[in-house]
């Protein structure tokens, strides 16, 4: 079993900037993939980004320039940091851990309005 913990949403201004991150723990084997997406009310649960053990990012195309991805493999922690927010950037957001099996977080929330 693999523990997901997400910190860092909450509610921001349009422009403004926040930093999620979300800690695993457990049964963690590397190599794995980890990363976050999101589900806006009403939608489907989309990809925001994703980053490698060995580093390499994927992103949406809607927030490419915006958003950067990291990990601190030591910890075990990914990190999103979202800048320039836009309310259509308004979610909930999860994390994921994929290995041979995937874990999903339990989702911050973040919201973007004035």
């Known amino acids: 079993q693999v523990q997901l913990v997400e910190s860092g949403g909450g509610l921001v201004q349009p422009g403004g900037s926040l930093r999620l991150s979300c800690a695993a723990s457990?049964?963690?084997?590397?190599?794995?993939?980890m990363g976050w997406y999101r589900q806006a009310p009403g939608k489907q649960r989309e990809l925001v980004a994703t980053?490698?053990?060995?580093?390499?990012?994927n992103y949406a195309d809607s927030v490419k320039g915006r958003f950067t991805i990291s990990r601190d493999n030591a910890k075990n922690t990914v990190y999103l940091q979202m800048n320039s927010l836009k309310p259509e950037d308004t979610a909930l957001y999860y994390c994921?851990?994929?290995?041979?099996?995937?874990?999903w977080g339990q989702g911050t929330q973040v919201t973007v309005s004035s």
């Open positions: 994921r851990y994929l290995a041979s099996r995937t874990y």
């Open positions: 980053i490698t053990t060995g580093g390499t990012t």
């Open positions: 457990g049964s963690i084997f590397s190599p794995y993939v």
